[in-house]
Each structure stands twice: as structure tokens, then as C-alpha cells.
T-cell receptor, first 113, second 111 residues
């Protein structure tokens, strides 16, 4: 079965510290991988995606994610977190032989001042 | 202009009622989706339409019926509402690069 796992329900960091949100996937073939962010009482917004090419993908708001095929991971990172980064983050994947996007369960990020 | 707009934003209703949620996108995308987000924030796909044709229908009760009058609209009609239908419902449209654009959500509360 295809799946996307976000092993941490919550991540808490101090402002200015590095932020990492973990994601691993179990999908067939070479998946397309995405990160979305949901701010309180808002819809989800696209952050970044990986399809092919450079394993380090840069996205919106200073976020980046690294694709690691051997570890089947696609962790989201930001070198210096801001309080405004506090939100719910979703990892998602589309298998190469399918068109259906699967979401992880989400990770709540809290950045304290 | 809002890219994906859905109405209403909030919907409070009694069990057994029938209600509809409307969604419109002005991005020119061919593919649209309905997602359900439960109380634990878990996102689950419900339906997908491509150019007015149903292409994904997950195991959703047949009380839920999507309608796509044209490729810019995907409405969701729910019959005989149940308590368990309470959730936030998100509409989304998909670009050719498979990037999703979400509406702001409809919070449905069934009493």
C-alpha cells in the first residue's frame, strides 16, 4: 500500500533555530513529493515539490526539502525558524504509476519567541 | 481574485438535513478535488473530477454526491447528514504540474 508517514505529531523550536519536519514515504516507482502548509483556519498552501533532478528543493518562505532515495525520506527544513512559521505541515506523494495524492497525517510546528 | 473559492465557510445544520457546498476555480485547471479533514486534521481524498468527468471516488457513502456542471465548478451535495459528517471540507484544483490549490475550507457541524 502506498503511504506517507510523518513520525512526529508536533515539533517545537525556538525562533532563530533550525527547523526540521520529517517525512518518509512508501510508494512505488519514483514518486512526486510535496510539502503543504496549513495556517490556522486557512486552506492548505503549496510550499515545494520534488519531481526529479537536484535532491535539494527550495520552496516558499525560505523552506527547502531534501529528497533521499535510499532512506525514502523527504524532510522539510528551514535554517532559521520564525514565529510566523507556526502551522500544520503536510507531506504528500504521488506514485509514478498513479495520479492520486496521498497525504501524511500532518506535523504541528510551534515556534516560540 | 481568489483562485479557488468555496461557499459557505461555515455550515451548521441538523442531522438528517441535505446540504450543498459549492466550489469554483478561476485557474483554468481541468482537475478538481474534494478532501475531508477530520478532527485530528487528517486529510482524506473524497472525489476527483477531470474536465467534468469523475475519476476518483474513494470509499465515500453514497449520501455524498459531487456535481461538476463545468470544469470550473465542483459542488458537493450531502444527503441525510450524520453526526460523523462533521469536518472541514476542502476543495482543490490541480495544475498541469500537479500542484494543488486549495480553497479556504467549509467547516460543517452537524448537530
Amino acid at each position: 500500500a502506498q503511504s506517507v508517514a510523518q513520525p512526529e505529531d508536533q515539533v517545537n523550536v525556538a525562533e532563530g533555530n533550525p527547523l526540521t519536519v520529517k517525512c518518509t514515504y512508501s510508494v512505488s516507482g519514483n514518486p512526486y513529493l510535496f510539502w503543504y502548509v496549513q495556517y490556522p483556519n486557512r486552506g492548505l498552501q503549496f510550499l515545494l515539490k520534488y519531481i526529479t533532478g537536484d535532491n535539494l528543493v527550495k520552496g516558499s518562505y525560505g523552506f527547502e526539502a531534501e529528497f533521499n532515495k535510499s532512506q525514502t525520506s523527504f524532510h522539510l527544513k528551514k535554517p532559521s525558524a520564525l514565529v510566523s512559521d507556526s502551522a500544520l505541515y503536510f507531506c504528500a506523494a504521488i506514485p509514478s504509476n498513479d495520479y492520486k495524492l496521498s497525504f501524511g497525517a500532518g506535523t504541528t510546528v510551534t515556534v516560540r519567541a | 481574485d481568489t483562485a479557488v473559492s468555496q461557499t459557505p465557510k461555515y455550515l451548521v445544520t441538523q442531522m438528517g438535513n441535505d446540504k450543498s457546498i459549492k466550489c469554483e476555480q478561476n485557474l483554468g485547471h481541468d482537475t478538481m478535488y474534494w478532501y475531508k479533514q477530520d478532527s485530528k486534521k487528517f486529510l482524506k481524498i473524497m472525489f476527483s473530477y477531470n474536465n467534468k468527468e469523475l475519476i476518483i471516488n474513494e470509499t465515500v457513502p453514497n449520501r455524498f454526491s459531487p456535481k461538476s456542471p463545468d470544469k470550473a465548478h465542483l459542488n458537493l451535495h450531502i444527503n441525510s447528514l450524520e453526526l460523523g459528517d462533521s469536518a472541514v471540507y476542502f476543495c482543490a484544483s490541480e495544475s498541469v504540474e500537479e500542484k494543488l490549490f486549495f480553497g479556504s475550507g467549509t467547516q460543517l457541524s452537524v448537530l
